[in-house]
């Protein structure tokens, strides 16, 4: 079973900065195919898709992230990050990774709290 573990998260102002890492274990992201994504899930919302990056690096963004939040991988250390700038309180949220279209064999991790204080 694949098994991703976030970290990375914690307190920060508005316009301050953030490296969320993920790291991901029984899934090769060298030879994989899979498009994967960074999610958020603020107090009361639905889960959401805030950034995903395929197999050949091409990147997409949601718009309210778009600009601020830059998404990569590092397929030699099984490792997704997200770098988040100019941070908004509107942010807060506990992130996730998992692939693009989220799969039914990755379990969802704990997620790592990010808070945005106002």
């Known amino acids: 079973q694949v098994s991703v573990v976030e970290s990375g998260g914690g307190l920060v102002q508005p316009g301050g900065s953030l490296t969320l890492s993920c790291v991901i274990s029984g899934m090769r992201l060298s030879s994989s195919l899979y498009v994967m994504g960074w999610y958020r899930q603020a107090p009361g919302k639905q889960r959401t898709l805030v950034a995903s990056?395929?197999?050949?690096?091409?990147?997409k963004y949601a718009e309210s992230v778009q600009g601020r939040f830059t998404i990569s991988q590092d397929k030699t250390m099984q490792t997704l990050y997200l770098q988040m700038n100019a941070l908004k309180p509107e942010d807060t949220a506990v992130y996730y990774c998992?692939?693009?279209?989220?799969?039914?064999?990755?379990?969802w991790g704990q997620g790592t709290q990010v808070t945005g204080s106002s």
């Open positions: 998992n692939t693009d279209p989220p799969s039914n064999f990755i379990k």
């Open positions: 990056i395929q197999s050949d690096g091409l990147v």
